[in-house]
C-alpha cells in the first residue's frame, strides 16, 4: 500500500490497485501540489497547459519522508468490495493488458494450449496458488496490503447505508498500518466529503478546496469500459475473446453464485473486516452499472479505434494494441490530450 503524504497537514492517504487508486492520487496532487518545490510545481503545470495528467508520479512527490511519524498522523485508506475489485483486476490485467503468470499451467495442472486465462481459469489459479501468495498485488486482498488484519475485529458505527467505519483499526503486527478513517469506493464521494471534513476541520479555506475537488472528481476514477450486451457466460471465456469484444461485459456476467462463492473464500478477511456482504450488495451493483453507463456516455459513437492506433503510433509502442485498450485510453487519457479518433 503506498502513502501519499503531507507534512504540512500531517495525514497520510494510503491507495492500492484497482480501489480509486487514481482518484486518490489527483486529489492529492490537486489539493497539495503547493506544497512542493517550486521546479516540480512548475512541472505540473506544464503537464496540465499540455493538457496531460500530472498526477502520475504522486506516489514518489508525497513519499513519505524518513523522519515522518505515521503513528501520530491522521491515517486514511480507500477499499473496495472484493468482487468488482477482483473483475476490475481481471479486465485490466489479464484483458487490457494482457499479463501472464509463468507458473500459469503448472499450478492449474493443465497443457499450455488449455491456456485461456478466463475469469474462471484465473479465479482456479488464485485458489491453487494461494492469492495472498501472488506478487501482482492487483488481486492481493486489501487487508494483507493494509498489513495482517486476519483475526481482528472491527467495531463498525454505521453512519449511512454504507457501514461506514470509524475510529482506529486495532494494533497490528509490525509493518501494518493503524487507521483512523477508510472511504468505500462504493460511497466515494460521500466518503470522502468525510475525510475532508476531518483531515481540514481546522483549516476551513482548504476545507471548501478540498470539497470543492471532491465534487469536480465527480466519477472520473473509470478503469474498464463496460456495455449492455448480455454475455452470460463471460466468466468462461477466454481474454482473447473478451479483448475482441472491444467493449467489456458488465460485472454482474462474471460474478455467478460459483465465482461468488470462490471469492468469498478467498477474501473472507476483507469482506468481514470492510463491512460488505458476503453476497454483492445490491447498492455495489447499482454502483457498478452508474459507472458503466458514465463510460458510454464518453465513447463517441463514430469511434475509429483503427485510426485511434494508426494516427498516434506512440500507443501501439506502450502496448495499447487492441479495439478495447484503445477505447479505454481514449476515455482516460486521450480526450483530455485532445487526441483525435476518426479521419
Known sequence: MTPLVSQKYNYALFYNPKSACSVARRLFVALHGDELPDATQKRLQALRDAMQDDW???GQLFAAPPEFDF????CATIVRHPYTRFVSAYLNRMVLNRTEFDDFARVLDIDESQVSYSFSQV??????????ALEDTHFLPQSVISGDLRGKTLYVKPRSWWQKLTGRLPKTPEGSLNLH???????LQTDLRGLMQQVFKQHNDK???ALALVEELGMHNVTVVNTDQTLPDAANMSAESLRELGQMPEYSHFLTAETQQILHSLYADDIRLFGYAAELDAKTSSFE??????VRTQVPDDFNWEFYLDHHPDLRANGVDN???AISHWIHHGQQEGR???G
Open 181 to 187: 478513517y477508510i472511504c468505500h469506493m462504493e460511497s
Open 323 to 325: 479495439k478495447a485498450a
Open 123 to 132: 479465479l482456479q489459479y488464485c485458489v491453487a496458488r494461494g492469492v495472498e
Open 71 to 74: 503513528s501520530n498522523a491522521f
Open 289 to 294: 452499472q452508474q459507472k458503466a453507463a458514465h
Open 56 to 58: 502520475h508520479e504522486a
Open 340 to 342: 483525435s479518433y476518426k
Open 207 to 209: 476545507r471548501q478546496r
